[in-house]
Structures are given as C-alpha cells and as structure tokens.
C-alpha cells in the first residue's frame, strides 16, 4: 500500500466580519435618522393611486401629480369615471402620465367591480394580512411593494415593503442572500422580524438608502453599520478615516442631535395626506 501523503497544513481561516443583526440595525439606524414620525396616511384607495403615481418619480413629482388630480377631479370616483386622456392631462407634471393615467382607471374600476361599487377598501384591515394582501394582488399592476405600502401605511398592518432602497441596503448587510428577488424579499424580511419592528425597519432602512448607502458610491465611512457590513468599501472607509474636518465628521455624515434630535423624520407625501384632512 503506497505511503498516504501528508496532509497539507491547513491555512488558518480569516476572520468572518462580524454581521449586523436586525435589532442592532434598526437600533443604531433609528439613533442615526431617526425618530421616524408614523402617522396615518391616506385612504387605501387614495394611498393606492398615490403609489402608481410614485411609481419611477421623485417624492416631489407624485405629489404635485396627485395634488393636481385631486383638484381637477375631487374625488376618485370621478376619476374612474373620466376619460383616459383628462387624467393624462392632470397628472402630466408627475412624468410617465401615457403609462400612469390608464393604469389608475383601470385599478380604480376593477376595484369598483369588485366591491360593489365603492372604493372604500377599509375592509382589508378586518381580513388576516394574507388574504388582505392576496385581495390587492389580484389587481392589475399591483405587486408586493405596492400592497405592502397600502396594508402597512394606511391600514396600520405589519406588512413589509420593499423598495430599491430597502432592498440594496438589506442585500449589502447581508439581511438579505445574493439570490434573493426583490418580490421574494418581501417575505422573507417579513418573517425575520417580529410584526413590531416591521414600520421601524422600514423607516430605518429607507432613510439609511437614501441618504448614506445610496446605489452608487455608498458612504460606508459615515455608516452607523459599517462595523459588520460585508459590502462595506473599505477605500470609503479609509478616505473617511482620512478626513480632517474641523467638525470631525467624515463627508456625507448627518450631524447628530441638537438641531434636529426631537424633530421626527416624516415619511414621505405626510404633506399631501395634511391637505386631504378634511
Ligand atoms: S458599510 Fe457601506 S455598503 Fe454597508 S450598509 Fe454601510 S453604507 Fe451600505
């Protein structure tokens, strides 16, 4: 029997960055952004028009879209009622109003065929969150986040919505795996956290997006996570190291505190849901 080999030396592993866990994060991003203000938004009908027309435009152009149809027409069933093109002509400062203005109509009449002619969608928070959310997706154009966003910010559930944002910072930290779609992570983040940490998350990992782990050049120097993140740039993290401001903050950081420690962040279009207040 020939002699066995030697058995190489085994190479000493290197060491696994810490992770971030979700508590820790939600934590730590609250502290950095937050607190976050979440107060009730519009109706679902309403929340739901609203989030076509969010849909590939900024903050500002939605609003101005949908404070432009509301005016025109002054209530959604008028809107289902009125001609594709007038909507088209009263949401033109929004953008994409050729794709949007036929996609709201037919959403807002198949609601009403669907619920006996009204476009009160109150019900939906009275049903188990699946069969609620199971009730929107079977509306055309309706996909998780949009559900998500109507379940969570106007009927006061524990659903999850994934957006861009959302999405990169959960796949960046690890939250989330490589092969994970962004209509799978909708579950899959659901189930991670308890149905109390699900606005919190929300609003922590959306601020975090936006303003500090954006898409391109993350500024992981300034990030209240970086310790355990696994997609962290170190060149970031060593140009923020770097830095030399006089206020000792690296680039892009918020300041903390002071001026706006007691000011909660608002969630997005709480103007326009302050203008529909009767
Ligand atoms: S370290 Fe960088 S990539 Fe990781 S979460 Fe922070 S900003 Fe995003």
Redesign the pocket.
Known sequence: MPPKAAAKPRRPRRAQKPGVTIPDAIRLLTQEYGPFANEPRLDPAHELTFTILSQHTSDRNSERAFRSLMQRFGDLYAVAAADVDDIEAAIAGGGLAKVKAPRIKTVLNRILELNANSLDLRFLAEMPMHDARAWLRQLPGIGPKSAGIILSFSLGMPAMAVDTHIFR?SQ??GIIGPKVNAEKAHEVLEAAMPPEDVYPFHAAFIT?GRQ??KAQR???GA?V??YG?P???EK?MNAAADSDRPDGQAPGRRRRGGDRAATPTPVPHTQVVKELQP
């Open positions: 910072v960046r930290l975090h500090v782990c993350p500024l992981c990030c996570v970086n993140c997609s962290r740039d970031a």
